[in-house]
């Protein structure tokens, strides 16, 4: 992977900020301590693999931003990639891959972030564990290995090299190993029990042969019996046929007799109808003579009824007659009333004008004085018009003289305030100055922690794991103890049986089992106790490493805000530089201001047209008090003017007085002889008149018709009498024809009544012939029904024997597959456990390290002799001898496997840890960066790309010149080489340089080459 551009935006401290590698081969990223440099490698994981030094995600985006996007574009086997990947704040994100062709990038991007990331692995052949192992040499990690005791140093060997997964895979098979051992040893003891199980064979088919005799002995009996018992059922229900037609009949009997009871009670009833009908037609005259004077009363009351609606409609017309009358004449007094109204109006408008018409000399005096006045506001008029234009002006410049004093005064205000910021500020640098040392320093001490820190957890999670795992071994082999000492007791007990088959045991299998069951119960105990030891003494290490975790969690608490602090002094640090000499500039432009202020040189060309401006006023001389006593003097004379306008109203309204007032007595006059004709000689008296002639010819008494009235009320009777009358002549015929009609009908029944009784005579007789065979039915049922039991019962048996013999058929097919099965599953343990011990730490592991071990050494001695100038060697050692045992006479000698690391220089041969920081740091880098090349060539690709984030501060003059000469040495192995400092001298070396600053709007990169 050869990096091409990198483009920030509010990624860590970088708001936006943009990165071409074109033309770089070996630079050096320079900066002071937290400007950002580390930030800047830190995108290029994030952008690859999402992964970075922060704990959450949302912590790479910038303070104070929603959204950060890092868009890297790579070169990888000679094809040109691109990584863009954005995250909110809070919310999700977005990644997209695409390759460079002809026409431009093309998206490889897949459905789903994950689906991607697996993409761009894929096309890298590199993931981040491998990439921070190989390429990328962090910050604090060069001596991560070497600090490690020579015991660990394969652990974490075996980690950089990804050997852990061998250990899962042995955990696998160690896993697998004990299933089919278990599955083996539970196969034997099905077997066992199937064998028990297929002895039973021949006994079972004797008795399944008996049941089919007795079987067969009872069907022919129950044939017997159930051929008898049809042939009672059918006599049975021929009886019951019988019975129900005897019911029949016996019901048809009663129904007929029920009907002959019904039709006697009617023709009593309709007997007794015509008798009263007979009375009521023998009154039929005297019915009639009263339903005729009825008649007569009726027809008399309806007349008047006529005479009564004639001799109301008349009196109602002439009420409306009189009213209409009424409203008439009352129409004309008001019109009178208003007319004499009018005239004593006009009367009294003519005294008033009479009033107005004497005031006509002094109105003629007013308007000769309004006439001056207005002469003069005219005057006066004219010359506002000439001086509005310049008053407005006069004030726009006054306002604009103002507001440059204020901008003068707030700007010298904002210059003093400046100048004190600046001036304690200035003083503030050395403090500063000292406390972003001392700052920085704390920082690198506590990072050197967290390193630590991580290291702790790691292992912790480790033996934590490895802790879980023992106490599941630990809890399955309590259960296998008290498994097998229940069976113990169950082997004590009198007359004891075998715990797996259930036969009884004789003395020599008893001991044989009693002997193999203590011997298994030895060796659980055995591996019980020592997964006892191993988790005390890993519970011993968890409480070391809490102890640890937690003081250093403890040391570590103030980091993240010293590491603010840091950034907010650099950045104070920063704007202090040029304070001097925008201080000096500050003062120099305060002191003009207020020069200016004092004495009103500023806005030249305003102050000049003002000046003109009141010239040119004083030149007109004009007075607004004097325009407004002209406007009033108008005012105040405006009087006569409207008394001139009402005067000559007046004399209109005069003549139209005297013309009106003749008119009004001719009204009054005309209004009040239409009065008198309405009350004598009108068209309503007439027509009251003629309906007064016309109510005397209706000749309506009120008395007589009560009378009437009262006579018809009480001959009304006879009108009911006269319809019952009507109703009996109709229906005493019709009551003769239904009263023959019964008599039919009852002769009829009687004769059906007297048929039914003989069907009844005739069906008790049959029904004596058949005997009641109910019990004998009864005691042929019980007994089918018994029998019927126990051939159930039987066949249930045969049932039973017949699936139990299938069932031993079957189990012989499963007793032949398990044997086949248990030499699969004997054969599968055997491997497992051997692959088991083939992927464990003695095994495959040992064998690899043990082979990259010589490549390791060899790499490192020849960039060690680069470093060093051919003055160190390094030498691993896996193996030396100890003591095993203690005797009388002699110890025993014991092969231990470690990891020793042995440096040889001018003076011989020592360990590791004697060396001083400078030579250490040489050694660590060595090592370092041959472990690299060796992971990049396990990982499958070449190694491109090299990134030194160390720190060099421990190199003198001399070992950085050697290193600087190591990293130039093997340029040529490179595609970039990437090296991290803060040290001046260091990056001096360095042609191509990238200037790493941090400033109020974040940090900033800038390239020299």
């Known amino acids: 992977m050869i990096p091409l551009q990198l483009t920030l935006k509010n990624f860590l401290s970088y708001r936006k900020a943009t990165l071409d590698f074109s033309g770089l081969h070996t630079a050096c990223i320079c900066g002071s301590n937290g400007a950002g440099k580390s930030s800047l490698l830190e995108a290029i994981t994030w952008a690859l693999w999402g992964e970075s030094r922060v704990s959450t995600e949302d912590d790479v985006i910038h303070a104070g931003a929603d959204e950060v996007q890092v868009d890297f574009t790579f070169k990888n086997q000679d094809v040109t990639y691109r990584v863009i990947r954005v995250r909110r704040r809070g919310g999700g994100g977005v990644l997209e891959f695409q390759v460079q062709t002809p026409t431009g990038f093309r998206a490889l991007t897949e459905r789903g972030m994950r689906s991607t990331q697996q993409l761009i692995v894929d096309y890298l052949k590199l993931d981040y564990e491998t990439f921070i192992n190989s390429a990328y040499l962090r910050q604090g990690r060069a001596d991560e290995f070497m600090l490690k005791k020579p015991s660990e140093r394969k652990e974490i060997l075996a980690e950089l090299l990804k050997l852990n997964q061998y250990e899962v895979m042995a955990e696998q098979a160690k896993d697998l190993s004990k299933q089919f051992k278990g599955q083996a040893e539970q196969l034997e003891r099905d077997m066992e029990s199937h064998q028990i199980q297929l002895q039973q064979r ?541 008599v039919q009908v009852l002769e009829v029944r009687e004769g059906d009544r007297e048929d039914q009784y003989a069907q009844i005579e005739s069906v008790v007789k049959q029904i004596q012939t058949i005997p009641d065979a109910t019990e004998e039915i009864q005691t042929l049922e019980r007994q089918i029904f018994d029998r019927r039991t126990q051939l159930d019962e039987y066949l249930a048996r045969l049932g039973g024997l017949q699936q139990r013999s299938i069932q031993l058929e079957a189990l012989q097919a499963q007793y032949d597959k398990q044997q086949q099965k248990l030499a699969e599953t004997r054969k599968k343990y055997r491997v497992y456990e051997e692959l088991s011990k083939a992927f464990g730490k003695h095994g495959i592991q040992t064998y690899m390290i043990e082979n990259i071990l010589p490549q390791l050494e060899a790499e490192t001695n020849s960039i060690l002799a680069r470093l060093s100038g051919n003055q160190l060697h390094v030498q691993f050692v896996t193996q030396k001898a100890g003591r095993s045992g203690r005797s009388s006479a002699k110890k025993t000698a014991k092969i231990i496997d470690t990891l020793d690391i042995l440096i040889a220089d001018a003076r011989g041969t020592r360990p590791y840890e004697t060396y001083s920081g400078g030579e250490a740091f040489r050694i660590n880098f060595a090592i370092r960066l041959a472990l690299a090349r060796l992971l990049a060539q396990r990982a499958g690709t070449a190694l491109q790309m090299l990134i030194v984030d160390e720190g060099f501060g421990t190199q003198d003059r001399e070992g950085c010149d050697r290193l600087i000469a190591a990293i130039n040495a093997i340029a040529s192995d490179f595609a970039c080489i990437l090296t991290v400092t803060h040290m001046p001298s260091f990056k001096e070396a360095f042609q191509a340089r990238i200037e790493v600053a941090k400033t109020q709007d974040g940090s900033q990169l800038s390239l020299s080459i």
């Not at 027509?687 to 005397?696: E, G, V």
Request: with cysteine.
């Open 202 to 742: 021949e006994a079972i088919a004797q008795a399944q042969a008996t049941l089919e005799s007795e079987l067969r002995l009872l069907q022919q009996g129950q044939l017997e019996e159930t051929k008898r018992l049809q042939q009672l059922q059918a006599m049975q229900h021929q009886r019951r046929t019988w019975e129900q037609q005897l019911t029949w009949h016996r019901q048809q009997y009663q129904n007929l007799t029920q009907d002959c009871d019904r039709l006697q009670q009617d023709l009593a009833a309709i007997q007794q109808q015509q008798r009263q009908l007979e009375a009521l037609l023998q009154q039929e005259g005297e019915i009639s003579a009263g339903y005729s004077h009825f008649q007569q009363l009726q027809a008399q009351e309806e007349s008047l009824n006529h005479k009564f609606e004639a001799h109301q409609a008349a009196q109602e017309q002439r009420r409306q007659l009189e009213r209409q009358q009424q409203i008439a004449i009352d129409a004309l007094n008001k019109q009178l009333q208003q007319a004499q109204a009018q005239l004593e109006a006009l009367g009294q408008q003519e005294q008033e004008i009479k009033q107005i018409l004497n005031q006509s000399a002094e109105v003629e005096a007013g308007l000769a004085q309004l006439q001056q006045a207005r002469i003069h506001l005219t005057h006066m008029d004219k010359l506002q018009l000439q001086v509005s234009p310049l008053l407005q002006r006069q004030q726009q410049l006054q306002n604009q003289l103002e507001r440059a004093q204020a901008r003068l005064s707030a700007r010298l205000d904002e210059l003093r305030s400046s100048v004190s910021q600046l001036q304690a500020q200035h003083q503030r640098q050395p403090q500063l100055q000292q406390a972003v040392m001392d700052v920085g320093f704390q920082i690198e001490n506590l990072e050197k922690k967290r390193v630590r820190q991580q290291r702790v957890q790691e292992k912790g999670l480790e033996r934590r794991s490895f802790v879980e795992r023992l106490q599941e071994n630990q809890r399955e082999y309590e259960k296998q103890l008290g498994e097998l000492t229940q069976k113990l007791q169950m082997l004590q007990t009198p007359d004891a049986i075998c715990p797996l088959c259930d036969r009884p045991l004789d003395q020599h299998h008893w001991n044989r089992v009693v002997q193999k069951t203590q011997i298994e119960q030895k060796d659980i105990e055995q591996q019980f106790w020592i997964v006892r030891e191993q988790l005390a003494a890993c519970e011993s290490e968890l409480q070391v490493l809490r102890a640890e975790y937690k003081k250093l969690s403890q040391e570590l608490a103030p980091y993240d805000s010293l590491r603010e602090q840091r950034g907010q002094l650099q950045a104070q640090l920063a704007a202090t530089d040029d304070a001097q000499n925008r201080l000096q500039q500050l003062k120099v432009e305060a002191v003009q201001i207020e020069r200016s202020i004092q004495t009103g040189d500023y806005a030249g060309d305003v102050q000049q047209e003002l000046w003109q401006l009141e010239q040119n006023l004083q030149q007109l001389n004009y007075d607004e008090k004097n325009h407004a006593l002209a406007r009033n003097e108008v005012e105040r004379w405006r009087w006569a003017e409207i008394r001139q306008a009402q005067i000559k109203d007046a004399v209109r309204r005069q003549a139209q007085i005297a013309a009106r007032q003749p008119e009004l007595l001719v009204q009054i006059m005309g209004i009040q002889r239409q009065i008198e004709q309405s009350q004598t000689d009108s068209e309503f008296s007439r027509r009251i008149a003629a309906l007064d002639l016309q109510i005397q010819e209706i000749d309506y008494n009120l008395d007589r018709h009560n009378t009437i009235r009262k006579s018809l009320r009480q001959a009304q009777s006879w009108q009911l009498r006269y319809q019952e009358l009507c109703q009996a002549q109709q229906q005493y015929p019709q009551l003769c024809q239904r009263f023959q009609e019964l």
